[in-house]
RNA sequence: GGAGAGGUGGCCGAGUGGUUGAAGGCGCUCCCCUGCUAAGGGAGUAUGGGCAGAAACCCAUCGAGGGUUCGAAUCCCUCCCUCUCCGCCA
């Protein structure tokens, strides 16, 4: 959510900042709002502090023993006229609430102009594309039957995957890898979170309202979801918390599944692994004091780097332009995988700042010293990496023409041989 | 699933209808005292909002939401959560 005093101050240069990602800001609905509940919380507080006074009153007098009734019928129709207000003024709040929770995070100032992933920018290339004396295959072709859709499609339906034998074993490998890594050389403390959460941990990352058709949705008594990302559980660990300064930075990494509906991608990325509804990520999160976002932004992005390195996978590093940046982020880098298979670069880890944004939701704040007000955190997180895809990268890059593929050494302790066959 | 007990500030904890945003303690901050250490004295110390900030003033908040009342931390209802015992279970 948005600053509402920033907000209040100039909503006209909001709504300009907020151009850059495509996101028309509609400015009079904000006034008619804004004009209505300023004047009803001014009337409404001005009844109440009537309604505290004249109670009072009746408090001393009933205990001096005397006549309390003239005061009483003083009061008159009071509460009815405040009931009456104060209902107006909660709705008018709620839905000015609700609004500001509609609108997307503002650009930083050195977020790219742009409508789509086209006019993303690239930041750096690393790694040589791998050359073959052969066709190259797609993941789908190289893992063959240990790669079951026939079972998957049976089990739950389209997009959904069930991985067998040395596939499933390099697929448990890889976050293993990388959870070492993150764990041991970037100073990240391991967790272990829910995977179904609650309508506030979700509004608090900003996954809810606005999105809550691309959520699988758990039904019982209270409502709840199915975690699109382990961002959601981990960034919420901090929700409703006063930190103490010298707690931060506070850096997190969990391992977990993820599930989306991909509602609005029918027909897209059908094939393999790219896109399912269930798939596992370890993800990075960092809880910072407001100076030290940026700098962390850049660090996290590096220890996502670090592990396509330590893979050898060929990859690129882009900033999101305005138009591709996600609800809650300030800015974001993308890391992209190169997959011979399809013959171009894929979303791997997404890694973004999203400042104060879902800190204010989440009401995550800390205190600069022990005298100062509350400040709110910011927030950072990404794929460190994406499992899935990571995988069908290894399978691609590192496939020979005999079918087999050849691990990178980083994975060979930890699979226990340098070549697989399926 | 059954029975019971609870949910109050950073923490512990008092408070069953009236100047209670909340006693007391711990912790923390500042000051004083003390030749180190230990200890002592004083003052301060919730969050958000009205309102960019400061002061003053005002409003809201005692798990959440409703209700009763002139007035609710306190009484009533619903929900959520925690703990104890029993049952069940990996």
Redesign the pocket.
């Known amino acids: 959510m948005l600053d ?2 920033r907000f ?2 100039d909503p006209e240069a909001i709504a300009e900042a907020l151009k850059l990602r495509g996101f028309e800001l509609d400015l009079a609905t904000y006034h008619d709002l804004e004009d209505a509940r ?1 004047k009803l ?2 009337d ?3 009844l ?2 009537e ?6 009153h ?3 007098a ?2 001096r023993g005397e006549d ?1 009734e003239p ?2 019928a003083e ?1 008159g129709d ?2 009815a006229r405040l ?1 009456e207000l104060s209902g107006e003024f ?1 709705r008018v709040q709620e839905e000015l609430h609700d609004f500001l929770l509609h609108i997307p995070n503002l650009p930083d100032a050195s977020v790219p102009p742009g409508e789509s992933e086209e006019e993303n920018e690239e930041l750096r290339v690393w790694g040589d594309r791998p050359v073959f004396d052969f066709e190259p295959r797609d993941h789908v072709e190289i893992a063959g039957t240990s790669l079951d859709f026939e079972a998957s499609v049976r089990i739950s339906g389209s997009r959904f995957s069930v991985l067998k034998g040395e596939l499933a074993k390099l697929h448990r490998c890889l976050i293993q890898f990388m959870l070492d890594v993150h764990i041991a050389e970037h100073g990240y403390e391991e967790l272990y979170v829910p995977f179904i959460v609650n309508r506030e941990t979700m509004t608090a990352t900003g996954q809810l309202p606005k999105f809550e058709d691309d959520m699988f949705f758990v039904r019982g ?2 409502d709840r979801f199915l975690i699109p990302t382990a961002e959601v559980p981990i960034t919420n660990m901090v929700r409703d918390q ?1 930190l103490d300064a010298s707690e931060l930075p506070i850096r997190y990494v969990s391992h977990t599944p993820c599930f989306r509906r991909e509602s609005g991608s029918h027909g897209k990325d059908t094939r393999g692994l790219i896109r399912v509804h269930q798939f596992e990520k370890v993800e990075l999160v960092q809880i910072t004091h407001p100076d030290a976002s940026w700098e962390a932004l850049e660090a996290l992005t590096n220890h996502a780097e670090t592990i396509l390195r330590r893979l050898d996978l060929p990859y690129r590093a882009v900033v999101l332009c305005g138009g591709d940046l996600g609800f809650a982020a300030a800015k974001t880098i993308d890391l992209e995988v190169w997959l011979p298979g399809f013959n171009r670069y894929r979303e791997v880890s997404s890694c973004s700042n999203f400042v104060d944004f879902q800190a204010r939701r989440a009401q995550a ?1 800390f ?1 600069p010293n ?2 100062a ?2 400040e709110f955190v910011h927030t950072l997180n990404g794929s460190g990496l994406a499992i899935g895809r990571t995988l069908l990268a290894i399978l691609e890059n590192n496939q020979q023409e005999d079918g087999t593929v050849r691990l990178p050494e980083a994975l060979v302790p930890y699979m226990g041989v340098e070549v697989l066959r399926f």
């Open positions: 509402p005093r209040r101050q300023h919380q001014t409404v507080e001005t109440q502090h309604r505290n006074v004249k109670s009072k009746i408090g001393v009933k205990q309390i005061l009483v009061v009071l509460g009931d909660h008594e209270i006063i704040r205190r022990p005298t007000r509350t």
